[in-house]
C-alpha cells in the first residue's frame, strides 16, 4: 500500500479539511507514493517508541509532531531529536488531531469508556444527559476513567446535562450549554470563572481523556479491513501524592 492510499482512508473517515485553523493535522513527515509497512498508532510520539518501530512504517499520531513550525532543527531537541529517527527509518508520520475529536474521539470517550448515549454533538462539545448529582457523577467519571486524583468545580449541586470536550476545551465555557463540563488542562481563572456563573468542571486530564485515540482509530481501520498496531507513549506526568 502506498501512504496516498492511507491518507485517503482517514481523510474519509475524518475529513482533514475539519481541523481547526491553528492545528497541522495531516501528512507531517513523508511522501505520498512512499510503500509502507506496519500501521502504528499512538497518541503522541517519543524517542524510546521510534527505536522500536520497524523501517518503512507509518505512524498515526493524535498531536501533530510539528505544531508551530520550527525555526532550527537541533537534533538535540525536541522535536527535531524525533524527527531525525523517524527519516533515517523511512518512517511516515500523520496526524488527526482537531478533525478526529470532532467526528471521533470525544463521542468514543463518551460512549465508550464512560457508557452514557450522546445527545448531540457541536463542534468540539458532546453533549448527554446525566441527571445526578454532581458529587456522585463526578466519582463516577474518576473511578470510569482510573483517575487516582480528581479537580471538581462545584458550581452546581445537581447535573442534569454536561458536556465532554477530551484534551484542553475550558476555552469552550462562554458556549457551553449545560450544567457540567468535563475537560482536561483546567486553568485556574477559567475555574474561577465557572463558579462564579453556576457551572460544574471536572478535570479529566488531558492524556487521560485522549489515551483512547489509538485503541478508537484502530477500530475504525478494522472496519476498512486494515490492522493499526497501537504503540502508545506515556504520560510525561507522574503523581505523587502529599
Given at each position: 500500500?502506498?501512504l496516498?492510499?492511507?491518507?485517503?482512508?482517514?481523510?474519509?473517515?475524518?475529513p482533514?479539511e475539519?481541523?481547526?485553523?491553528?492545528?497541522?493535522?495531516?501528512?507531517?513527515?513523508?511522501?505520498?507514493?512512499?510503500?509502507?509497512?506496519t500501521?502504528?498508532?499512538?497518541?503522541?510520539?517519543?524517542?524510546?517508541?521510534i527505536?522500536?518501530?520497524?523501517?518503512g512504517?507509518?505512524?498515526?499520531?493524535?498531536?501533530?509532531?510539528?505544531?508551530?513550525?520550527?525555526?532550527?532543527?537541533?537534533?538535540?531537541?525536541?522535536?527535531?531529536?524525533?524527527?531525525?529517527?523517524?527519516?533515517?527509518?523511512?518512517?511516515?508520520?500523520?496526524?488527526?488531531?482537531?478533525?478526529?475529536?470532532?467526528?471521533?474521539?470525544?463521542?468514543?470517550?463518551?460512549?465508550?469508556?464512560?457508557?452514557?448515549?450522546?445527545?448531540?454533538v457541536?463542534g468540539?462539545?458532546?453533549?448527554?444527559?446525566?441527571?445526578?448529582?454532581?458529587?456522585?457523577?463526578?466519582?463516577?467519571?474518576?473511578?470510569?476513567?482510573?483517575?487516582?486524583?480528581?479537580?471538581?468545580?462545584?458550581?452546581?449541586?445537581?447535573?442534569?446535562?454536561?458536556?465532554?470536550?477530551?484534551?484542553?476545551?475550558?476555552?469552550?465555557?462562554?458556549?457551553?450549554?449545560?450544567?457540567c463540563?468535563?475537560?482536561?488542562?483546567?486553568?485556574?481563572?477559567?475555574?474561577?470563572?465557572?463558579?462564579?456563573?453556576?457551572?460544574?468542571?471536572?478535570?479529566?486530564?488531558?492524556?487521560?481523556?485522549?489515551?483512547?485515540?489509538?485503541?478508537?482509530?484502530r477500530?475504525?481501520?478494522?472496519?476498512?479491513?486494515?490492522?493499526?498496531?497501537?504503540?502508545?507513549?506515556?504520560?510525561?506526568?507522574?503523581?505523587?501524592?502529599?
Amino acid at each position: 500500500m502506498k501512504l496516498r492510499e492511507l491518507y485517503a482512508i482517514l481523510d474519509e473517515l475524518s475529513p482533514f479539511e475539519m481541523q481547526d485553523s491553528w492545528d497541522n493535522s495531516g501528512l507531517i513527515l513523508g511522501e505520498m507514493d512512499q510503500k509502507i509497512g506496519t500501521i502504528y498508532l499512538s497518541l503522541d510520539i517519543e524517542a524510546e517508541m521510534i527505536a522500536k518501530l520497524e523501517p518503512g512504517s507509518v505512524l498515526i499520531v493524535h498531536h501533530p509532531l510539528i505544531f508551530k513550525g520550527l525555526k532550527q532543527v537541533d537534533f538535540r531537541k525536541y522535536p527535531s531529536n524525533i524527527l531525525r529517527e523517524a527519516i533515517k527509518k523511512d518512517i511516515a508520520i500523520i496526524a488527526m488531531h482537531t478533525n478526529y475529536d470532532q467526528t471521533h474521539l470525544n463521542r468514543y470517550v463518551l460512549e465508550e469508556v464512560l457508557g452514557y448515549e450522546t445527545e448531540e454533538v457541536e463542534g468540539y462539545l458532546a453533549y448527554f444527559r446525566v441527571e445526578k448529582p454532581f458529587e456522585i457523577f463526578a466519582a463516577e467519571v474518576g473511578e470510569k476513567l482510573g483517575l487516582s486524583v480528581i479537580r471538581t468545580v462545584a458550581g452546581c449541586d445537581f447535573v442534569s446535562r454536561a458536556a465532554l470536550c477530551t484534551g484542553a476545551g475550558a476555552s469552550l465555557l462562554p458556549e457551553l450549554r449545560a450544567d457540567c463540563l468535563l475537560t482536561g488542562d483546567i486553568k485556574y481563572h477559567e475555574a474561577l470563572a465557572a463558579k462564579e456563573e453556576g457551572k460544574a468542571l471536572i478535570d479529566i486530564g488531558h492524556y487521560e481523556s485522549e489515551r483512547y485515540f489509538a485503541v478508537s482509530l484502530r477500530r475504525e481501520l478494522q472496519n476498512k479491513g486494515l490492522n493499526g498496531i497501537i504503540a502508545n507513549s506515556k504520560n510525561p506526568f507522574r503523581y505523587i501524592k502529599g
